[in-house]
């Protein structure tokens, strides 16, 4: 079982970044892809999610900037990132879970090793 987060980096503030999430060994088609980012000194963060349905999920705090997506193999899931700001910056995770959700980290059974996102002039 893998999950491998990639396609961090740093970015000027307004600026976009995608993010991608290699699935593998798990069956992608019964497990909902989580996002969630973790700052230092702060609890890990749920940002978007989406359903072995293909059903879309959207923390407050990115719903409008961000997007998530997969291919058509649900082998890879994406999360486009726009108008990232400042406080964006973080360690971002993807995770795999029988049921969607954005509130909690709990109930994901696999998570990716994190990749790092900088907001930044």
């Known amino acids: 079982v893998q999950l491998q987060a990639s396609g961090g980096g740093l970015v000027q503030p307004g600026g976009s970044l995608r993010l991608s999430c290699a699935v593998s060994?798990?069956?992608?088609?019964?497990?909902?892809i989580g996002w969630f980012r973790q700052a230092p000194g702060k609890e890990r963060e749920g940002l978007s999610c989406i359903g072995v349905s293909g059903a879309t999920h959207y923390s407050e705090s990115v719903k409008g900037r961000f997007a998530v997506s997969e291919d058509n193999t649900k082998s890879t899931v994406f999360l486009q990132m726009n108008s990232l700001k400042p406080e964006d910056t973080a360690v971002y995770y993807c995770?795999?879970?029988?049921?969607?959700?954005?509130?909690?980290?709990?109930?994901?059974?696999?998570w990716g090793q994190g990749t790092l996102v900088t907001v930044s002039s």
């Open positions: 995770g795999a879970a029988l049921f969607c959700s954005t509130t909690s980290p709990e109930g994901y059974d696999y």
């Open positions: 060994g798990i069956g992608t088609g019964n497990y909902a």
